[in-house]
């Protein structure tokens, strides 16, 4: 079963509306991190957000705001406002594990094509 | 504050030959990752190496190697090459103490074996 789910494989929105990528996960790890990355085609993972799984708030970093819904493991990544320059790949990950086991895993993305 | 930084930024093999990559992660930083990403999927898990030491290794064959510095750069190493190779390959560091421990990557590898 994959551990990390983003259904939308790609997304075309209007410039300045705002945007809802979904991403679920599948863990018993009772300690757990979620993030969202970037990917522009010059290839270059770029990091944006992160929250925690005791997190009490939804994270948010200027125009990025995470949605976690802990009960139904959801984690969707909100751009508000969007610009051309945030069409890109974005992959949602999760990091589970401790030790040696610690790891990071990647869904395998949503293409985000914004439309002026 | 310098990122992660990566070398060279493409490298073209034939197949057989054996390919070096180079990452030097973000000032203290002691943890380095590698990932492959082939055309159109995902990041596959490589290695791990922190502190000098191989943490975890992916699902790859043994011709896919490597070694941390003691400067905690690190070398990946790709044998007898395979058509099936040919990707981009990230490089990423974090902070493990960090509970985020927030892995930050470079710009890639790209890799054509031809």
């Known amino acids: 079963a994959q551990k990390i789910t983003q259904t939308q494989p790609g997304m075309f929105v209007q410039e300045k509306e705002a945007v809802t990528l979904d991403c679920t996960y599948d863990?018993?790890?009772?300690?757990?991190?979620l993030f969202w990355y970037k990917q522009p085609s010059s290839g270059e993972m770029i990091f944006l957000i992160y929250?925690?799984?005791?997190?009490?708030q939804n994270a948010t970093e200027g125009r990025y705001s995470l949605n976690f819904q802990k009960a139904r493991k959801s984690a969707n990544l909100v751009i508000s406002a969007s610009q051309l320059g945030d069409s890109a790949m974005y992959f949602c990950?999760?990091?589970?594990?401790?030790?040696?086991?610690?790891?990071?895993?990647f869904g395998k993305g949503t293409r985000l094509h914004i439309l002026p | 504050e310098a990122g992660v930084t990566q070398s060279p930024t493409h490298l073209i093999k034939t197949r057989g030959q054996q390919a070096t990559l180079r990452c030097s992660p973000i000032?203290?930083?002691?943890?380095v990752y590698w990932y492959q990403q082939a055309l159109g999927l995902g990041l596959q898990f490589l290695l791990w190496?922190?502190?000098?030491?191989?943490?975890n290794r992916g699902n790859f064959p043994p011709r896919f190697s490597g070694r941390q510095f003691p400067n905690y750069s690190s070398e990946l190493n790709v044998n007898a090459l395979e058509l099936e190779d040919s990707a981009l390959y990230l490089c990423?560091?974090?902070?493990?103490?960090?509970?985020?421990?927030?892995?930050?990557f470079g710009a890639g590898t790209r890799l054509s074996v031809l």
């Open positions: 990423a560091s974090s902070f493990v103490p960090d509970a985020k421990n927030i892995q930050y």
């Open positions: 863990t018993s790890d009772p300690s757990y991190g």
């Open positions: 929250q925690g799984s005791y997190d009490q």
């Open positions: 990950a999760m990091r589970e594990g401790r030790g040696r086991d610690d790891k990071i895993i």
């Open positions: 000032s203290g930083h002691t943890s």
């Open positions: 190496y922190d502190e000098g030491e191989e943490r």
